[in-house]
């Protein structure tokens, strides 16, 4: 079935520095891949998302990477801030259905 | 505006109990989703709603779960008997169309002793 992966679990990166998420899917039918971010008791929010008709896109220190080929895209967060950190989940849906398909959630904490 | 509300928080019963969670969606957004995330795994899939039609049940992991939606407003997800499995936090998102952006409400944590 439609499945997304998702890695690493854990990100530990000291602010200032780069993170990088990523996140494979199996659905070549997939078009719309959204990222969220969860901070701790907080509702999932979106910060990017991008649709397949684009390889890349960019909004301030946060960019999303996509890869249709390989089925993979990613999320790349530059000069990392304490308040970056929080729980990152990326997600993958097609226009048949629409429902979002999450991977398993990266915990990213930027030390200070 | 105001975002995706959800009621209540949070809940603890007991299994067999029954519980019913309700959401409200964004105004004017007829799509409304329902989602669990259960024991820190991934978010999964319930159910979609447009209007007061079910376009999508098939994540619906059985027939203790009932989801509605009357008058196409309002939704409520009862699990009845509630068994230690459907433990998770019940998430509910809303968008304006079917393509656009899912908000999501901030959830209710289940807890079934």
């Known amino acids: 079935g439609e499945n997304v992966e998702q890695h690493p679990s854990t990100l530990s990166v000291q602010e200032g520095d780069s993170a990088v998420i990523k996140c494979t899917y199996s659905d070549s039918a997939s078009n719309y891949f959204p990222w969220y971010k969860q901070e701790l008791g907080k509702r999932p929010q979106l910060i990017i998302d991008?649709?397949?008709?684009?390889g890349e896109k960019k909004d301030q220190r946060i960019a999303v990477t996509l890869n249709k080929t390989a089925k993979h895209f990613s999320l790349h967060i530059t000069e990392t801030q304490p308040e970056d950190s929080a729980v990152y989940f990326c997600a993958a849906s097609k226009g048949s259905s629409y429902k979002l398909i999450f991977g398993s959630g990266t915990r990213l904490l930027v030390r200070p | 505006e105001a975002g995706v509300t959800q009621f209540p928080s949070h809940s603890v019963i007991e299994k067999g109990q029954t519980v019913t969670l309700r959401c409200d969606p964004i105004s004017g957004h007829d799509n409304l989703y329902w989602y669990r995330r259960v024991m820190g795994k991934e978010i999964k899939f319930l159910l979609h709603?447009?209007?007061?039609?079910?376009?999508?049940e098939s994540g619906m992991p059985n027939n203790r779960f009932l989801a509605e939606r009357t008058g196409g407003t309002y939704s409520t997800l009862k699990v009845q008997p509630a068994e230690l499995e459907d433990s998770g936090v019940y998430f509910c998102a809303s968008s304006q169309d079917f393509a656009s952006t899912q908000f999501f409400g901030p959830g209710t944590r289940l807890t079934v002793l």
């Open positions: 991008i649709r397949s008709n684009v």
């Open positions: 709603f447009v209007k007061e039609s079910k376009q999508d």
